[in-house]
């Protein structure tokens, strides 16, 4: 592979353009622009997305943007998300410019907002970060439609060390059914970012529209008011940075000595990383984690093997299932025998039932549950090994898994800064549904997994 190439595996072209690009109009470059759809990579650092657009701009030696869509409160979003994720694309904004890339706020329907702003500005390449959240891949089978005949679309999984269609083909049962696949292509794939290339054409179509940074913060907190911003976690890619190997508190230079042994212990929240708000808006690459963290596993061995299991395993393993099992998110996509199992019980006596109103408030007989619901609503981040219990204690108060599984997502999505995420519907459908939680059978192999 050619030195700074982004690897082959990492990204797949969607939409192979048909017809030749119209001619350039002299006040534009001499090829049409390679736009980068940015969302859910929010990052200039460590993104193959990025590093993808800009290696295409220069070779058609074209001039590249950056496009950020603004949906209207996204998955049911909040002040809490929205501040930190738009607090952090204003960061963001200014980065890029620094480094000649123009960074444009598009707001509405992205499947509508972006054809239109190619078409505007006659672009030849359209680059996508990769999600597996069905909304995002309707969007994007839209836009794929929409967009016309003279565009190239490329999808890019700069999210995942191992890209999710790299690391396997079809739904995998559990960890230790992935891992190994995912062991087997770190090689290729675990590797040092080269730089960002710079753009070789600047961008000459016109400036992008100002954004009015505090009117939209100020518009997006009022609307989702309800669960309002918190402030332990500083949005952006240097304090992302600063958590992770921070000269203060980092992660890697001051918590993780006993990381394998004292991440299950909830009086020591300290201990986890933190780093999930900043890995879910993608304000850090679970990439750079990783090798950072490699970096330091010659003195802590077991915490840093521990720490990535947890980053690359069990977080590639959510996108997985997510990408290859539709139902992500409701009974419909458990195990038929994890089905059969809830449904035989759906009936049994319950000591309590709650109603969503009383969970959410946080009124129930066990304290401890209560406090992690407090922890969630407050803090905006509930402890890991809570999480599970909180989301198991759901089942048995409520009156079936359904109802369960659609009230556990409905409070993760709505109180976590980490929420909406791939590996909160997997955690709930873990806790909840059994998934990825039980010996099984490969019907391949034949081998007990
Ligand atoms: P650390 O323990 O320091 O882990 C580092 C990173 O590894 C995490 O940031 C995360 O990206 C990944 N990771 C850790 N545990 C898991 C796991 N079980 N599955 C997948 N990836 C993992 N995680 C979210 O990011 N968003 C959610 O909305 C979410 N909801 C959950 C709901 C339930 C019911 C359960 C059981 C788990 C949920 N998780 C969720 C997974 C996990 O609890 C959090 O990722 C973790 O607590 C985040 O804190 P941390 O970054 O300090 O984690």
Known sequence: ME????????????????????????????????????????????NWALIHAVRLANQSSAPVAVAFNLFHRFLGAHARQLGFMLRGLRLLQHRLRDLGIPFFLLRGDAAETLPRFLRDYGA???????????????????????VGSTITVYEVDAHNVVPVWTASDKLEYSAKTIRSKIQRLLPEFLVDFPNLPKPDVEWSAGDPPDVDWDDLITEVLREGGG????????????????MLMGGKEG??????????????????????SCLSPYLHFGQISA????????????????????????LIVR????????????????????????RRTLMDHAADKR?????????????TADLLWNASQLEMVHYGKMHGFMRMYWAKKILEWTSGPEEALAMAIYLNDKYEIDGRDPNGY???????????????YDAETKNEI
């Not at 190439?5 to 534009?28: D, E, L, T, W």
């Not at 959510?318 to 994890?338: I, K, R, T, V």
Request: aromatic letters at 10%.
């Open 426 to 440: 997997v955690g709930c459908m873990w806790s909840i549904c059994g998934v990825h939680d039980q010996v099984g």
């Open 287 to 310: 990439q750079r984690c990783a090798l950072e963290a490699r970096k330091v596993r010659k003195s802590h061995l077991q915490a840093v093997d521990v720490f990535l299991e947890e």
């Open 3 to 46: 030195s700074g190439a982004v690897h082959p595996g990492r990204f797949r072209m969607v939409k192979n353009a048909v017809s030749p690009p119209p001619r350039p109009s002299p006040a534009r470059s001499p090829g049409g622009p390679v736009v980068y759809w940015m969302f859910r990579d929010q990052r200039s650092r460590d």
């Open 351 to 363: 000591e309590h039932l709650y109603t969503l109103d009383e969970l959410e408030k946080a009124k």
């Open 227 to 242: 669960v309002p911003e918190i402030e332990w976690c500083q949005p952006g890619e240097d304090a992302a940075m600063e």
């Open 251 to 272: 992660f890697l230079t001051k918590r993780l000595s006993n990381f394998h042994i004292d991440r299950n212990d909830p009086l020591k929240p300290k201990r986890l």
């Open 315 to 338: 977080r590639e393993l959510a996108d997985n299932f997510c990408y290859y099992q539709p139902h992500y998110d409701s009974l419909q996509g458990a195990w038929e025998w994890a």
């Open 124 to 146: 030849s390449a359209l680059v996508m970060d990769f999600s597996p959240l069905r909304n995002v891949l309707q969007c994007k089978a839209e836009i794929c439609e929409r």
